[in-house]
């Protein structure tokens, strides 16, 4: 009957799962994740129920509700094995999932079944409200979550994991879990030059708590290593390769640590060997894809004719890695960039504008890739097409969306050096003044604009949009 349905679907929504986390789809890419989330299941064996309770969701929503019960069998038995004194509330979510599952098979009996669990499970444990458990472990479990699920997500998590800890504050997990989300946004806040969300303190803190953690120690490293700590950090790294030498998680980071250190030959042995047990991985993919680029400018910025072959050879492997890593994860933005710019090297116009397209289709691109992507491809018409007007045009692009990110500020120099360039050969244009009056406009220098408009009026006293532009900021000033 519809009132059994309905009540069968409002308890479904009270369910804390991923299925009530509003984790959608179309943001990530759900081959990459069941990849990622498999290589996790072998290497971190303490996250299992979490990373199987994952599993099943990335199953449901491509599409394949028999295999998102297998895992959520291997959930239980994770749980079992591991916890069998405190099952019940460690496996709440996976029985929340379940539920919903059942629910999308239309077997209505057995999804009711597992609504009934959960609520006798909080009753148990809760003696007010029949569902409203506060318990930090599902909390934390929204939050890694929600942190596989990209950077759209990263201050949702970093919410569940700061809720996690009010209970209880000296969980290594959850400080693990909440030192990783701060250091990514502080990533992201890097590139949008944003005042930074300091993770130094919390990676330090998830270290005191689990000093054998390899993988939070590999990030410490490379925070001391951004904060001109480069020392420290390598103690951190060696210590991290000693403790677990094959572990690819911690081995990606090292590669990394080494190659911003210019150590390109020690970096891609660390990520052939990482790869030999990962070899899927799109992260390690890119980043000897970066090794290979590195190795480019190293050889054209020593050698005054670098062998043609040794150059070939390099930017042969840089496309290969490249292209293995968006094959891998569709939605790798920053993959796609290099990618363009190293067919570009290779004077592979044709693939370069190919993947430039490519990157800018794809559906979860924030503001600052947007300017990072209209950066490149300014520059690639710029150097390699060897078109000014298509160049200024991409690059005002990126300078007209209003937030500052390390692209926008591309775009601005880029713009700024090539209008001065164009002024300076003589070839007095209105369009130059004008353009490089908008430049200096929607960059907030209002009196350096007011002289460029000007300039351009003189040239051309007729230009309605350089009066009303000049009009305009003379009424501010």
């Known amino acids: 009957s519809t009132i059994a349905m309905n009540s069968l679907k409002s308890s479904l929504l009270k369910l804390e799962c991923h299925f009530t986390w509003t984790l959608l789809k179309q943001d990530v890419d759900l081959d990459h994740l069941e990849e990622t989330v498999d290589d996790q299941i072998e290497f971190f064996i303490e996250s299992n129920i979490t990373n199987y309770n994952l599993l099943s969701y990335v199953c449901h929503l491509k599409g394949s509700n028999e295999e998102a019960l297998r895992n959520l069998q291997k959930a239980e038995a994770a749980a079992q094995k591991n916890h069998p004194d405190e099952t019940d509330w460690r496996i709440l979510v996976t029985w929340g999932n379940y539920a919903w599952i059942y629910y999308h098979m239309k077997r209505y009996e057995e999804a009711q079944t597992y609504i009934n669990k959960v609520e006798n499970s909080c009753k148990k444990l809760s003696s007010t409200a029949q569902w409203k458990i506060q318990l930090p472990e599902i909390d934390a479990e929204q939050g890694w979550a929600l942190l596989k699920f990209g950077r759209k997500y990263y201050k949702r998590a970093k919410d569940c994991f700061e809720t996690a800890l009010k209970n209880e504050p000296n969980n290594p997990r959850f400080n693990a879990g909440y030192a990783i989300v701060m250091y990514r946004l502080e ?109 480019l400018y190293q050889l054209k910025n020593t050698t005054r004719y670098p062998p043609q072959e040794q150059v070939e050879e390099v930017i042969r492997l840089a496309i290969f ?54 950066y490149h491809y300014g520059n690639f018409h710029h150097f390699h097409m060897k078109s000014e007007s298509e160049a200024i045009k991409y690059y005002l692009e990126g300078l007209k969306i209003e937030k500052e990110s390390y692209g926008r500020k591309g775009c601005r120099n880029a713009l700024k050096k090539l209008l001065e360039k164009r002024i300076q050969r003589g070839l007095e244009d209105a369009t130059d003044f004008g353009t490089l009056g908008l430049v200096h406009k929607l960059s907030g220098e209002k009196h350096e604009a007011i002289e460029c408009y000007e300039k351009a009026v003189a040239l051309c006293p007729d230009d309605e949009e350089y009066l009303s532009a000049l009009c305009e900021l003379r009424l501010a000033v």
């Open 187 to 295: 990533d992201l806040s890097l590139r949008q030059c944003e005042e930074i969300n300091p993770s130094l303190e919390p990676l330090k803190r998830a270290m005191e708590l689990n000093p054998k953690g390899t993988f939070i120690m590999a990030l410490l490293a490379l925070k001391l290593q951004d904060l001109k700590q480069a020392d420290e950090g390598e103690r951190y790294i060696e210590e991290a390769m000693q403790i677990t030498p094959d572990l690819p998680y911690v081995q990606r980071y090292a590669a990394k640590f080494y190659r911003r250190k210019g150590e390109v030959d020690k970096a891609l042995e660390i990520l052939k060997k990482a790869l030999a047990v990962t070899p899927k991985s799109a992260f390690l993919h890119h980043q000897l894809g970066l090794c290979y680029r590195l190795k």
């Open 321 to 374: 890695h490249l292209k293995t890593a968006i094959v891998q994860k569709t939605k790798f933005f920053p993959a796609y960039m290099e990618l363009a710019n190293m067919y570009a090297q290779g004077k592979k116009y044709k693939e370069a504008e190919e993947t430039f397209q490519k990157a800018f289709q794809i559906n979860i691109l924030f503001y600052d890739d947007k300017q990072a992507y209209y």
